[in-house]
Protein backbone atom coordinates (compact mmCIF):
# COMPACT_ATOMS: atom_id res chain seq x y z
CA UNK A 1 0.00 0.00 0.00
CA UNK A 2 1.20 3.30 -0.77
CA UNK A 3 1.07 6.18 1.32
CA UNK A 4 -1.13 9.15 0.48
CA UNK A 5 -0.13 12.63 -1.02
CA UNK A 6 -1.44 14.70 1.78
CA UNK A 7 -1.99 18.07 0.20
CA UNK A 8 0.31 20.96 2.61
CA UNK A 9 -1.98 23.76 3.91
CA UNK A 10 -1.05 25.92 0.91
CA UNK A 11 -3.02 23.32 -1.46
CA UNK A 12 -5.65 22.91 1.12
CA UNK A 13 -6.62 26.32 1.24
CA UNK A 14 -6.21 26.29 -2.74
CA UNK A 15 -8.64 23.32 -3.10
CA UNK A 16 -11.17 24.72 -0.89
CA UNK A 17 -10.95 27.62 -2.42
CA UNK A 18 -11.70 26.09 -6.30
CA UNK A 19 -13.80 23.42 -4.24
CA UNK A 20 -16.24 26.58 -3.08
CA UNK A 21 -15.81 28.26 -6.43
CA UNK A 22 -17.45 25.30 -8.48
CA UNK A 23 -20.18 24.75 -5.85
CA UNK A 24 -21.35 27.94 -5.88
CA UNK A 25 -21.20 29.31 -9.06
CA UNK A 26 -23.28 27.02 -11.30
CA UNK A 27 -26.39 28.16 -8.87
CA UNK A 28 -25.19 31.46 -9.00
CA UNK A 29 -25.41 31.58 -12.93
CA UNK A 30 -28.21 29.13 -12.85
CA UNK A 31 -30.63 31.54 -11.30
CA UNK A 32 -31.09 34.43 -13.44
CA UNK A 33 -31.30 31.69 -16.38
CA UNK A 34 -33.79 30.28 -15.32
CA UNK A 35 -35.54 33.17 -14.23
CA UNK A 36 -35.60 34.79 -17.54
CA UNK A 37 -35.97 32.08 -19.53
CA UNK A 38 -36.09 28.55 -18.04
CA UNK A 39 -33.09 27.63 -19.01
CA UNK A 40 -30.07 25.92 -16.64
CA UNK A 41 -26.38 26.99 -17.17
CA UNK A 42 -25.88 23.98 -19.63
CA UNK A 43 -28.82 24.51 -21.51
CA UNK A 44 -27.26 28.04 -22.21
CA UNK A 45 -23.92 27.03 -22.84
CA UNK A 46 -25.16 24.86 -25.52
CA UNK A 47 -26.69 27.47 -27.03
CA UNK A 48 -23.79 29.49 -26.66
CA UNK A 49 -21.28 27.18 -28.27
CA UNK A 50 -24.11 26.81 -31.54
CA UNK A 51 -24.37 30.39 -31.74
CA UNK A 52 -20.08 31.09 -31.93
CA UNK A 53 -19.74 28.00 -34.30
CA UNK A 54 -19.59 28.48 -37.97
CA UNK A 55 -22.93 28.57 -39.67
CA UNK A 56 -24.37 27.85 -35.83
CA UNK A 57 -23.73 24.17 -36.33
CA UNK A 58 -21.55 21.64 -34.59
CA UNK A 59 -21.78 17.73 -34.57
CA UNK A 60 -22.90 16.63 -31.51
CA UNK A 61 -19.60 14.76 -30.62
CA UNK A 62 -17.54 18.40 -31.20
CA UNK A 63 -21.10 20.10 -29.11
CA UNK A 64 -20.08 17.31 -26.36
CA UNK A 65 -16.39 17.99 -26.22
CA UNK A 66 -16.92 21.56 -26.41
CA UNK A 67 -19.79 21.70 -23.27
CA UNK A 68 -17.62 19.58 -21.63
CA UNK A 69 -20.91 16.85 -21.60
CA UNK A 70 -21.37 12.94 -22.15
CA UNK A 71 -23.08 12.88 -25.56
CA UNK A 72 -26.15 11.21 -23.42
CA UNK A 73 -26.39 14.74 -21.36
CA UNK A 74 -26.10 16.11 -24.48
CA UNK A 75 -28.92 14.49 -26.23
CA UNK A 76 -31.80 14.94 -23.67
CA UNK A 77 -30.89 18.75 -23.19
CA UNK A 78 -30.91 19.16 -27.14
CA UNK A 79 -34.28 17.39 -27.33
CA UNK A 80 -35.22 19.73 -25.09
CA UNK A 81 -33.96 22.32 -26.67
CA UNK A 82 -35.92 21.19 -30.19
CA UNK A 83 -39.19 20.93 -28.21
CA UNK A 84 -38.73 24.82 -27.52
CA UNK A 85 -37.66 25.38 -30.94
CA UNK A 86 -34.38 26.72 -30.44
CA UNK A 87 -32.38 23.59 -31.87
CA UNK A 88 -32.50 21.52 -34.58
CA UNK A 89 -31.13 18.52 -35.45
CA UNK A 90 -29.77 16.85 -39.07
CA UNK A 91 -27.36 14.38 -40.69
CA UNK A 92 -24.00 16.29 -41.38
CA UNK A 93 -23.70 16.56 -45.41
CA UNK A 94 -20.55 15.28 -45.92
CA UNK A 95 -21.20 12.22 -43.65
CA UNK A 96 -24.88 10.91 -43.01
CA UNK A 97 -23.40 8.79 -39.34
CA UNK A 98 -22.88 12.24 -37.88
CA UNK A 99 -25.50 14.35 -36.63
CA UNK A 100 -25.44 17.90 -36.47
CA UNK A 101 -26.93 20.13 -34.32
CA UNK A 102 -28.49 23.38 -35.43
CA UNK A 103 -29.20 26.63 -33.80
CA UNK A 104 -32.75 28.18 -35.13
CA UNK A 105 -33.59 31.91 -36.00
CA UNK A 106 -35.41 31.15 -32.52
CA UNK A 107 -32.43 29.65 -30.99
CA UNK A 108 -30.20 32.60 -31.94
CA UNK A 109 -32.74 35.12 -30.94
CA UNK A 110 -33.16 33.28 -27.18
CA UNK A 111 -29.49 33.40 -27.00
CA UNK A 112 -29.53 37.57 -28.02
CA UNK A 113 -31.81 37.98 -25.95
CA UNK A 114 -30.36 36.21 -22.65
CA UNK A 115 -26.65 37.05 -23.21
CA UNK A 116 -26.75 40.45 -21.40
CA UNK A 117 -28.43 39.39 -18.30
CA UNK A 118 -26.06 36.04 -18.25
CA UNK A 119 -23.05 38.14 -19.29
CA UNK A 120 -23.46 40.68 -15.95
CA UNK A 121 -24.05 37.42 -14.04
CA UNK A 122 -20.74 36.56 -15.04
CA UNK A 123 -19.23 39.85 -14.33
CA UNK A 124 -20.62 40.46 -10.95
CA UNK A 125 -19.94 36.60 -9.95
CA UNK A 126 -16.61 36.21 -10.72
CA UNK A 127 -14.53 39.62 -12.57
CA UNK A 128 -15.75 42.46 -10.58
CA UNK A 129 -13.61 41.17 -7.88
CA UNK A 130 -10.04 40.61 -9.83
CA UNK A 131 -8.64 43.00 -11.72
CA UNK A 132 -6.40 42.41 -15.17
CA UNK A 133 -3.81 40.08 -13.47
CA UNK A 134 -5.98 38.01 -12.17
CA UNK A 135 -8.08 37.43 -14.92
CA UNK A 136 -4.75 36.38 -16.57
CA UNK A 137 -4.04 33.84 -13.71
CA UNK A 138 -7.30 32.42 -13.61
CA UNK A 139 -7.27 31.75 -17.54
CA UNK A 140 -3.67 30.37 -17.18
CA UNK A 141 -4.36 28.57 -13.96
CA UNK A 142 -7.46 27.06 -15.24
CA UNK A 143 -5.95 26.14 -18.54
CA UNK A 144 -3.28 24.50 -17.10
CA UNK A 145 -6.06 22.08 -14.88
CA UNK A 146 -8.17 21.12 -17.66
CA UNK A 147 -5.31 20.30 -19.67
CA UNK A 148 -4.14 17.59 -16.41
CA UNK A 149 -8.68 16.84 -16.88
CA UNK A 150 -9.06 16.94 -20.57
CA UNK A 151 -6.04 17.01 -22.40
CA UNK A 152 -7.22 17.23 -26.02
CA UNK A 153 -9.70 20.41 -25.00
CA UNK A 154 -11.07 22.67 -27.69
CA UNK A 155 -10.87 25.42 -24.93
CA UNK A 156 -6.79 25.24 -24.69
CA UNK A 157 -6.67 25.62 -28.91
CA UNK A 158 -8.96 28.25 -28.72
CA UNK A 159 -6.85 31.92 -29.92
CA UNK A 160 -6.99 34.71 -27.51
CA UNK A 161 -9.05 37.94 -28.90
CA UNK A 162 -6.76 40.16 -28.16
CA UNK A 163 -3.44 38.41 -27.74
Same mark, same amino acid.
Given at each position: ????????????? &??????? @???????????????????????? %??????????????????????????????? %?? @?????? #? +??? =????????????????? *? &? +?? *????????? %?? =????????????? #?? $???? *??? +???? $??????????????????
Amino acid at each position: MTSARWLDPEERQ &AWLALLA @VSTLLPGTLDAPLYREGKLTLFDY %HVLAMLSEAPDRSLPMSELASRTYSSLSRLS %HV @VKKLQG #R +GWV =ERAQCANDARVTMALLT *E &A +GM *EAIQSLAPG %HV =EAVRQAVFDGLDR #RD $VQDL *ERI +GKKI $VQQLEPGSWVLREPRLNA
